[in-house]
């Protein structure tokens, strides 16, 4: 059973740094696409970036392409995402999502496994 697990979410002033992980087991995902969504209170869940396991094949949503990048260590079978230059506006509960399908998408309806969540709040 695949499982996603997130960590590294906090409380961080604007202009600051954090990194989020994302532990997947329980299955092969060499053919994955992995991505990153956000979800502010009262909002719909929104794309942030992703990637594509077995190539390393980025898309980023234009809101935080300079400032976010998405990584990952197949040894570990762990997904990052580094935010640097955080604003107010990023403040949501982030998650990570995995498709088994080698294609990234911006659709949340595609993704076949979600992590719990982790919260990012950001002040001003």
């Known amino acids: 059973q695949v499982q996603l697990v997130e960590s590294g979410g906090g409380l961080v002033q604007a202009g600051g740094s954090l990194r989020l992980s994302c532990a997947a087991s329980?299955?092969?995902?060499?053919?994955?696409?992995m991505a990153w969504f956000r979800q502010a209170p009262g909002k719909e869940r929104e794309f942030v970036v992703a990637?594509?396991?077995?190539?390393?094949?980025?898309y980023y949503a234009d809101s935080v392409k300079g400032r976010f990048a998405i990584s990952r260590d197949n040894a570990k079978n762990t997904v990052y995402l580094q935010m640097n230059g955080l604003k107010p506006e990023d403040t949501a509960v982030y998650y990570c999502?995995?498709?088994?399908?080698?294609?990234?998408?911006?659709?949340?309806?595609?993704?076949?496994?979600w992590g719990q969540g982790t919260q990012v709040t950001v002040s001003s």
């Open positions: 990637i594509m396991w077995s190539s390393g094949v980025t």
């Open positions: 999502a995995g498709r088994r399908y080698p294609r990234a998408t911006y659709n949340a309806a595609e993704y076949d496994y």
């Open positions: 329980g299955g092969t995902f060499s053919s994955y696409a």
